[in-house]
């Protein structure tokens, strides 16, 4: 697809800071009016600044056109909107994990179902595979992965004390509950972050100023989900580096696989921390 980015302007930059900026507002010091607010604001102030301007309006048909930033701010909009609606407190029961399902679920594909039948572009996809095989590089970030978790994660999670953000899980039914929560929202994350927030972002802005939009996005949710006390000065770093990942290989799978050698640390650690003794292979 050609690129169809303009040169940047703060007019642009200010109604996309905004949307971000809902998520803190929803996530972190959960004032939901405020986040609808500052939703209304970034999509308002968005369609204000491109009113005469050429925009996307269908499928690449040979002429050159700029894509709407306010279709594609609504559409992140949206997603927020969507995971908002419940509670991201880590919940084990039946009730919760549908909640999570639903919502978690709406927030990927509404927008994407919107992006491709209602606006009829492809702002919105999930590349899988790219066909290329992973170098030595890819390979030995998966093992630095491990190694950073497991020497970094414990230390973080019990001294904090932050991994009583999470349910006790004592029993074999809530530790499999644990892992499955914890795979799932970790896919999650990539699906909705990189491959929606982000790969709209990247339509308007440099790749720089995309990724830390979407990291705010990132952050605030995984605050809201227990990642708190001194949390950000591992999950920006982690949200930055998904973004910049996901540019060098353009493959979904490489940073799911990331992603979920990254939590298989989290729920060892977890389950370490609510039963101490029961997996005696960490330092802390």
């Avoid at 989290?266 to 921390?273: G, I, P, Q, T, Y």
Wanted: hydrophobic share 55%; glycine share 8%.
């Amino acid at each position: 697809m050609t690129d169809v980015r303009r040169t940047t302007t703060w007019p642009d930059v200010v109604p996309a800071l905004l949307v971000c900026a809902a998520a803190p507002a929803f996530f972190v010091v959960q004032v939901p009016w405020l986040g609808w607010a500052l939703l209304a604001l970034g999509v308002g102030g968005a369609w204000l600044v491109e009113r005469g301007r050429p925009v996307w309006t269908g499928p690449i048909d040979g002429t050159r056109r700029e894509p709407s930033l306010t279709r594609d701010l609504s559409l992140i909009a949206l997603g927020m909107l969507i995971v908002s609606v419940i509670p991201l407190a880590a919940e084990l029961d039946n009730l919760a994990m549908l909640r999570f399902t639903l919502a978690l679920g709406g927030a990927v594909a509404v927008p994407y179902i919107v992006s491709r039948f209602v606006f009829r572009d492809r702002a919105i996809s999930f590349p899988w595979r790219t066909h290329r095989r992973w170098g030595r590089l890819q390979w030995g970030w998966l093992v630095a992965v491990l190694v950073l978790g497991w020497l970094i994660l414990p230390f973080y999670f019990i001294t904090s004390g932050v991994y009583q953000n999470w349910p006790v899980v004592d029993t074999p039914d809530l530790i499999a509950r644990l892992f499955v929560g914890v795979g799932a929202v970790g896919i999650w994350d990539e699906l909705f972050f990189i491959c929606t927030v982000f790969a709209l972002l990247r339509r308007h802005f440099p790749d720089v100023l995309a990724n830390v939009l979407q990291a705010i996005v990132f952050v605030s949710f995984l605050w809201e989900l227990g990642y708190r006390e001194w949390g950000p000065l591992l999950t920006i770093p982690f949200a930055l580096l998904q973004g910049f990942i996901f540019l060098r290989t353009h493959s979904l799978a490489y940073v799911v696989t990331v992603h979920l050698l990254f939590d298989a640390v989290v729920f060892a650690v977890l389950v370490h921390a609510h039963n101490p003794g029961l997996l005696p292979i960490f330092l802390v």
